[in-house]
């Protein structure tokens, strides 16, 4: 009876779930069953995991998830391994490992002619159908580039001896100076910084932002613990993105991809100009009678579609107006991409809206400046100067640039499209202390003077990058006005700001314009100013502000510990972490500017001696 009652019951409350059956357990998968159930192995489960862009999850409850083990476990999303199941690659991989087989085999019985005929059909590998997968669409593949232009413009520095594959490396540098030419052409470069890890780029390409980081071009010093089959496999399906990529940005200009390369400046290392760019609607001169006449001819028919439409239009006297039609000259088409919207100004007349109207236009207008910069600058490079970067940045904003051959009047393999003699020099960049022979008329600046001026969106000073002068600092473009109001900025950079302010206040006042309340540091700004000028500066008002701010600080910080108060314990927890976050932050700030002024009382003293 007893054993009756238990079925009963069994049946009453239905089928017993067992642990580990159902909720997040059978959500995630740990790696080791992963690869039992796709029966590869690690590197190759390693490999098509990269290439398939699935990467470990972290659960929310191990222990759920381990079946009660706290185990320390790498876990995968269950359908993504589900998904890998049906990977073309997997029997690839296979078809490689039988081939390696065979060839060892062959070889492990001498007979070497059966060996070197399997190496003839050694199993290839294609990636194309993953960059479809991963991006459904090209501007998905250009906002992910970031990654790849780092490591592709890494292998493209590195030597051939730590790859299996050192052709690999050819096709780096064909692709990353394939990159290096879109920017040129299409005048994307916004921003450049030199740091000790390396040169950071930032472009804009097609409303997307890019930033990677180039290595100098020094002797590289590769250290043997870094695992380079990992690299390699990130490095194979960037190699493939990056060519679709480059294609489709080549044809959105209207350039025949591949280029072509020439082969003498090849061998010269001219990386830039070993490419030969080609439009295809260039024609030859001999066929431009013959387009013109069919331009002429197409022209015409608009003309007579629209005689013929006007002539249908009867006015209100039964006549039509066909004199101003045959009057009226054909208008070309604007794209209406490449032309900004004009809005009509607001029927108030306020001139906040007005400004707001009329800002997309001056925005455009600055843009459009500022991508030619150099634009009547020719330069000349010497030879201990970084020339490719430097290369890149000048002709990047409208540019022209030459450099130094292997002869010493500057001619030889190697050089540039003009010597150094060149009447239409305005700029030489150098990085020595003096030059022997100085020519009158011409700019002689540090390469430091080439970014810097790319960064303030301005020719700037050439005076103060004067061979041998003492350079100032080189300030990142990167760190916003968030990131500076919380870490420390340098005296110049201060400075450079308040000047800026200063101008656009004494442009606003011209204007007949309020100008705009400085704030604390823009007052600590003027004031380093006047100090370093030796005028006297009005401490009034910055002490007005100063009492101002004192008597509403009581408020605010009783309004913080009511809030504090009201806060559950995670939130404290996490409040507290974050004030401690920004007192570290404080803390690194005063000790740098103690360091700061510790450096500029020691140069005062070596003047004074």
């Not at 490999?47 to 222990?63: A, H, M, S, V």
């Not at 910084?193 to 290595?215: D, V």
């Not at 260039?282 to 013959?290: D, L, R, S, T």
């Not at 009447?423 to 390469?447: E, F, L, N, S, W």
Request: charged residues 30%; hydrophobic residues 40%; contains cysteine.
């Amino acid at each position: 009876e007893l054993y009756h009652l238990f079925l009963w019951n069994a049946c009453e409350m239905g089928k017993l779930k067992k642990k580990g059956e159902s909720g997040e357990a059978t959500t995630y998968i740990s790696r080791t069953r992963a690869i039992r159930k796709l029966q590869l192995t690690l590197g190759d489960f390693r490999r098509l995991c990269i290439l398939k862009g699935i990467y470990p999850r972290e659960p929310k409850n191990k222990k759920k998830v381990g079946k009660g083990s706290n185990e320390n476990k790498t876990y995968y999303i269950l359908k993504d391994i589900q998904f890998l199941a049906h990977e073309p690659l997997i029997r690839k991989f296979r078809e490689f490992k039988t081939f390696v087989r065979k060839i060892r085999r062959a070889s492990g019985r001498h007979d070497y002619a059966t060996a070197d005929h399997l190496r003839t059909m050694k199993p290839t590998f294609s990636f194309d159908h993953l960059v479809k997968e991963r991006y459904p669409t090209f501007i998905d593949a250009v906002r992910d580039l970031d990654d790849a232009l780092s490591l592709m413009f890494l292998f493209a520095q590195l030597p051939s001896v730590h790859l299996k594959h050192p052709a690999v490396l050819i096709r780096c540098r064909r692709l990353c100076t394939e990159f290096m030419h879109y920017v040129i052409e299409s005048r994307s470069l916004r921003r450049v910084f030199l740091s000790i890890k390396g040169i950071y780029y930032q472009a804009e390409i097609l409303g997307q932002t890019l930033t990677w980081i180039t290595p100098y071009q020094f002797c590289a010093n590769i250290p043997f613990n870094v695992d380079f089959k990992v690299m390699e496999s990130f490095l194979d399906f960037y190699v493939t993105l990056l060519k679709f990529v480059n294609f489709r940005l080549f044809q959105s200009l209207n350039i025949a991809y591949p280029p072509k390369i020439s082969g003498p400046k090849d061998e010269e290392g001219l990386l830039l100009g070993s490419m030969v760019l080609e439009r295809p609607d260039i024609v030859a001169p001999e066929a431009a009678p013959a387009v013109a006449v069919a331009k002429t001819a197409t022209v015409s028919k608009k003309a007579i579609a629209a005689a013929v439409a006007a002539a249908k239009r009867v006015s209100d006297d039964g006549t039509a107006d066909a004199a101003d039609a045959d009057a009226a000259p054909a208008e070309p088409q604007q794209d209406p991409e490449t032309v900004l919207d004009k809005f009509p100004a607001p029927l108030g007349g306020a001139d906040a809206e007005e400004d707001a109207a009329a800002a997309p236009q001056v925005e455009e207008k600055a843009l459009t400046a500022f991508k030619s910069l150099f634009k009547d600058c020719w330069f000349f490079l010497n030879r201990e100067v970084p020339i490719l970067s430097l290369e890149f940045v000048i002709r990047s904003f409208g540019g022209n640039v030459s450099w130094a051959g292997e002869n010493a009047d500057g001619s030889g393999t190697g050089a540039g499209p003009y010597l150094a003699d060149d009447a239409r020099i305005t700029h030489q960049v150098v990085d020595r202390p003096k030059m022997p022979k100085m020519v009158p008329g011409r700019k002689y600046v540090q390469p430091q003077w080439v970014y810097d001026c790319i960064n303030a969106r301005k020719l700037l000073s050439a005076a103060e990058y004067a061979p041998g002068a003492l350079l100032p600092p080189h300030l990142s473009p990167f760190a916003g006005a968030a990131a500076r109001s919380s870490e420390y900025v340098p005296e110049e950079a201060r400075s450079l700001e308040a000047r800026e302010a200063r101008a656009a206040n004494i442009a606003s006042a011209r204007a007949g314009e309020q100008p705009d309340v400085l704030s604390e540091d823009e007052l600590y700004e003027q004031e380093l100013l006047a100090e370093t000028k030796g005028e006297a500066f009005d401490a009034s008002l910055a002490q007005k502000i100063k009492k101002s701010k004192n008597k509403s600080k009581p408020k605010e910080d009783n309004t913080k510990e009511l809030a504090k108060v009201m806060m559950t314990k995670k939130n404290r927890r996490l409040y507290e972490q974050i004030q401690h976050g920004k007192a570290q932050k404080k803390r690194e700030k005063e000790t740098l500017k103690r360091k700061k002024k510790a450096l500029v009382e020691q140069d005062k003293r070596a003047k004074a001696q």
